[in-house]
Every structure is written in C-alpha cells, then in structure tokens.
C-alpha cells in the first residue's frame, strides 16, 4: 500500500488518502486529488515529475498538474490546476 498525501504551493494538504502499489497509479492519484477537493468535473493527472526512476516508484516527492477537459460551447483544449506537489510513502 501507498500513503499520499497533495500538497498546494503553500505546503498545505489539500488531499490525502492510500491506494495499492500494484494499481493504476496515476488514475489511483486523481481519485484521491478529485475526492479531497471535490472537483467537478473531475481532473486527470497530466504531468508528474519523475524526480527518480527506481525500484521504489512511484515513492517519494513530486510535483504533479491535473487538468480537465473545456466544457463550455465552442470551447476547446484543457484547463489545467496549479501545480501541487504529492508525496508519496510506502506503508
């Protein structure tokens, strides 16, 4: 299992929650930023920083931007968050 805990600019957390090391991790981190701060329409993840590649991914301290799809007519093109930083501990 995973703790993660998001983080905004300030350093304060926004989201926190666990999901499985042997899951989807990028879909498991926007459920637990979409669900700490209940947005809709829901983010995917978009980028997230690689600080090290290793036997530990994705553990430890990145930063990471979610965004979503325009929905407004005429409209095209992703809307993006501010950059958070997400850390991430194996327990």
Known sequence: MLNVRICD???????EGTCSDSGYFPAALA??????LNQDPAR????????DVSAEYPVGV???TF??????PGSTGRQFDEAVTVHVERC
Not at 44 to 51: A, C, N, W, Y
């Open 44 to 51: 995917s993840l978009e980028r997230l920083d690689e600080v």
């Open 67 to 72: 965004g979503y799809n325009l929905r407004t």
């Open 31 to 36: 459920g637990i930023y979409n669900a700490g």
């Open 9 to 15: 600019s300030a350093g304060i957390v926004v989201a």
């Open 62 to 64: 990145r930063q990471a």
